[in-house]
Nanobody, 121 residues
Framework: QVQLVESGGGLVQAGGSLRLSCTAS????????MGWYRQAPGTQRELVAVITNGATTNYADSVQGRFLISTNNAKNTVYLQMNSLTPEDTAVYYC???????????????WGQGTLVTVSS
């Protein structure tokens, strides 16, 4: 079995920073991509940032220049450094991974449990 475990959410004032972490574990042959989504109350889940093959990054326009995604490949961990936070960033943040799993060597998608980020004015 495989799983994603997230941490790092919390309460922060506007203008502050947080760093989220997400670690994949289990029968993993290869990680194709890892990313972060968020969902605020009453809204659909949206893509925040993604990193493919541990190198190529893409960001939503709303977080471009403020958020940074990175990985520690040896630890199967992805990070989201969030700077200059605003109340509009308040949401539950979900880690997502595209994995090649063993013993089937097939592509699978896995979601973390979510971590709440609350930004106060």
């Amino acid at each position: 079995q495989v799983q994603l475990v997230e941490s790092g959410g919390g309460l922060v004032q506007a203008g502050g920073s947080l760093r989220l972490s997400c670690t994949a574990s289990g029968s993993i042959f290869k990680i194709n991509a890892m990313g972060w989504y968020r969902q605020a109350p009453g809204t659909q889940r949206e893509l925040v940032a993604v990193i493919t093959n541990g190198a190529t990054t893409n960001y939503a326009d709303s977080v471009q220049g403020r958020f940074l995604i990175s990985t520690n490949n040896a630890k199967n961990t992805v990070y989201l450094q969030m700077n200059s936070l605003t109340p509009e960033d308040t949401a539950v943040y979900y880690c997502d991974a595209s994995l090649v799993v063993t013993p089937s060597y097939t592509n699978r998608e896995l979601w973390g449990q979510g971590t709440l980020v609350t930004v106060s004015s």
